[in-house]
Structures are given as structure tokens and as C-alpha cells.
T-cell receptor
Framework: AQSVTQLGSHVSVSEGALVLLRCNYS??????LFWYVQYPNQGLQLLLK??????LVKGINGFEAEFKKSETSFHLTKPSAHMSDAAEYFC???????????FGQGTRLTINP | NAGVTQTPKFQVLKTGQSMTLQCAQD?????MYWYRQDPGMGLRLIYY???????DKGEVPNGYNVSRLNKREFSLRLESAAPSQTSVYFC?????????????FGPGTRLTVL
């Protein structure tokens, strides 16, 4: 069964600093990969998804993620953090032919002024 | 397009009471899902429906029932609520026109069981 590990339940960075949120999946066959963001008291919104067209995927709000098959990773980055990036971020995977989406436990991002 | 809508937004129940959470989508999606979100556990799938008339259990189905009323609507019922069911519940939908398609989420229902 697919599983997803997000390293770090809480990440804190200064405004303007690099944001790096880590996600590793367990699969020998590359699954379908997604990053979602959840702002306080809201539902989940898609940030970006891997579509096999390119290993570096660009999403909304300046975020991007790089698919590394050799490391089974799909880490999320943003070069310069903004206060509005404070939220919870979820990595999710769906296996080939599967209906179900499996979520990581989430990483809460805090931005310090 | 309203996307995925959920009612109610908040609910407080006493142990043993029953209630139904409603979900509707206007995107003509075939698949619909119910998740619960608990601190530190991400989202866990309760039930899903791949198409109208079909439902399947997810990771945590115990204590819940679902109904896929039509293509638009997918409801979640708690027959006898327990404090362990205190959670935030999200409904989602997806279309299978591409394997890369994402799920779209509703705003959630915050449920407290006393």
C-alpha cells in the first residue's frame, strides 16, 4: 500500500527565507503526486501536481516541487517566504490505477516577521 | 460554479445522537469522497464513491454510512455519534478524464460530539 511521509510536523522560517517542505513516498513505480495547502478554517486547495511532463513542477503562489525518482521524493520549495504562506501543507499520492488518495500527516508552516 | 459545497459548517452532537452531513458538487464529477481530519494525522478516507450507485469503504469506515443519492450528492451519516468522531469532515470530488486529475475539496464540517 502507498504511504507518504512528511518530515517535520512544524516548520518555521523568517519572511524572505527559503521554504523547504519534505515529502517522501513509498513506491517502486512513480505514483501520482500532489501538494495541497490548507489555510486556517478552510478546505484544501491544490498547490501543484506532478504530471510526468517535467520533474520540476511549478504551482501557484510561487511554489514549486521537484520529483526525484531515485530518492522517492517530491519536496516543496519557495525561494522567498511571505507572511501569507502561513498554512498547513499536505503531500498526497495516488497509486497507478487507484482511486484513493493517501495523505501525509501535514506540515504546519509558520512565517516569522 | 460553486464547486464542492458542504452543510452544515458546524455541528455539536451529544453521544448517541445521529446526523447526516451533506455534500454536493456541480462539476459533473464521477468520483466523490469523504475524509476526516484529525490533528497530526492528515486526512483519512472514510468512504468513497467511484460512480453513481457505488460506494466503497476507505481507511476508517466504522461508525459511518454513506449514500450516493445521485451524481451530484454524496451524504455521510453517523447513526450513533461517539466522542471519537469529533473531527473536521471534508468532502471531495474528482473526474477521471485524466489519471493526473486532482480532487477538489469542500470547506469542511466541524463536528463536536460531547
Amino acid at each position: 500500500a502507498q504511504s507518504v511521509t512528511q518530515l517535520g510536523s512544524h516548520v518555521s522560517v523568517s519572511e524572505g527565507a527559503l521554504v523547504l517542505l519534505r515529502c517522501n513516498y513509498s513506491s517502486s513505480v512513480p505514483p501520482y503526486l500532489f501538494w495541497y495547502v490548507q489555510y486556517p478554517n478552510q478546505g484544501l486547495q491544490l498547490l501543484l501536481k506532478y504530471t510526468s511532463a517535467a520533474t520540476l513542477v511549478k504551482g501557484i503562489n510561487g511554489f514549486e516541487a521537484e520529483f526525484k525518482k531515485s530518492e522517492t521524493s517530491f519536496h516543496l520549495t519557495k525561494p522567498s517566504a511571505h507572511m501569507s504562506d502561513a498554512a498547513e501543507y499536505f503531500c498526497a499520492v495516488r497509486g497507478l490505477g487507484a482511486q484513493k488518495l493517501v495523505f501525509g500527516q501535514g506540515t504546519r508552516l509558520t512565517i516569522n516577521p | 460554479n460553486a464547486g464542492v459545497t458542504q452543510t452544515p459548517k458546524f455541528q455539536v452532537l451529544k453521544t448517541g445522537q445521529s446526523m447526516t452531513l451533506q455534500c454536493a458538487q456541480d462539476m459533473n464529477h464521477n468520483s466523490m469522497y469523504w475524509y476526516r481530519q484529525d490533528p497530526g494525522m492528515g486526512l483519512r478516507l472514510i468512504y468513497y464513491s467511484a460512480s453513481e450507485g457505488t460506494t466503497d469503504k476507505g481507511e476508517v469506515p466504522n461508525g459511518y454510512n454513506v449514500s450516493r443519492l445521485n451524481k451530484r450528492e454524496f451524504s455521510l451519516r453517523l447513526e450513533s455519534a461517539a466522542p471519537s468522531q469529533t473531527s473536521v469532515y471534508f468532502c471531495a470530488s474528482r473526474t477521471e478524464t485524466s489519471s493526473y486529475n486532482e480532487q477538489f475539496f469542500g470547506p469542511g464540517t466541524r463536528l463536536t460530539v460531547l
